[in-house]
Each structure stands twice: as structure tokens, then as C-alpha cells.
Nanobody, 118 residues
Framework: QVQLVESGGGLVQAGGSLRLSCAAS????????MGWYRQAPGKQRELVAV???????IYTDSVKGRFTISRDNAKNTVYLQMNSLKPEDAAVYYC????????????WGQGTQVTVSS
């Protein structure tokens, strides 16, 4: 059974940093893109950052220059380093992974809460 387990969320003051991790387990299939999404109360889930299997990256404009996504393929793990956090970054952050090569399936983690105090 495929699982994505996130960790690293928490409470931080504005201007601070957090590092999120997401480890995929229960699969021997190829993992394509991995990414982070977030959902704040009353808002739709939005893309934060994506990293492809070739380590190309895409960021939403609001986090460019502050967040860095990376992955460790040997550990099936994706990271999100978040610096200079702002109150508007507060949300539940979800990990996503495309698992299965060309016929991939999208898997989601259960989410980790990030709270930023002003």
C-alpha cells in the first residue's frame, strides 16, 4: 500500500523557517513528479512547488525566492525548505507524488499544518 507521510510542520514566527519532508513508501514503481500543495481555510488547494524526476522545478509566484523544493530519489523523499515565512503562508501543506511511470497514479499525503504568527 502506497503511503506518503509528511513531517516538519508547526508554528513559527513571521520571518522564520521550516523544512517539510514527505516520504513515499510501499512502492517499487517509478516516481515521476513530486510536489507540495497547500490549502488555507476557506480557500482552494493550490500548487506551491513541483519537482520533476529530472529535478526541474516550478514554483508559484508568491513563494519564489523564499521556498526551495528538492528530492532524494534514493529515499523516495521530497523536501520543502521554507524561509522568510509570512502569515499568508499559513495553511495545511499536502505532499503529492505521481507514482507508476507513464501510467502513473496521483497519491496524496494527509497534510501537515503550518502556522505563521505575525
Amino acid at each position: 500500500q502506497v503511503q506518503l507521510v509528511e513531517s516538519g510542520g508547526g508554528l513559527v514566527q513571521a520571518g522564520g523557517s521550516l523544512r517539510l519532508s514527505c516520504a513515499a513508501s510501499g512502492t517499487n514503481f517509478r516516481i515521476n513528479a513530486m510536489g507540495w500543495y497547500r490549502q488555507a481555510p476557506g480557500k482552494q488547494r493550490e500548487l506551491v512547488a513541483v519537482i520533476t524526476s529530472g529535478e526541474g522545478t516550478i514554483y508559484t509566484d508568491s513563494v519564489k525566492g523564499r521556498f526551495t523544493i528538492s528530492r532524494d530519489n534514493a529515499k523516495n523523499t521530497v523536501y520543502l525548505q521554507m524561509n522568510s515565512l509570512k502569515p499568508e503562508d499559513a495553511a495545511v501543506y499536502y505532499c503529492n507524488a505521481e507514482i507508476g511511470g507513464s501510467g502513473y497514479i496521483n497519491f496524496w499525503g494527509q497534510g501537515t499544518q503550518v502556522t505563521v504568527s505575525s
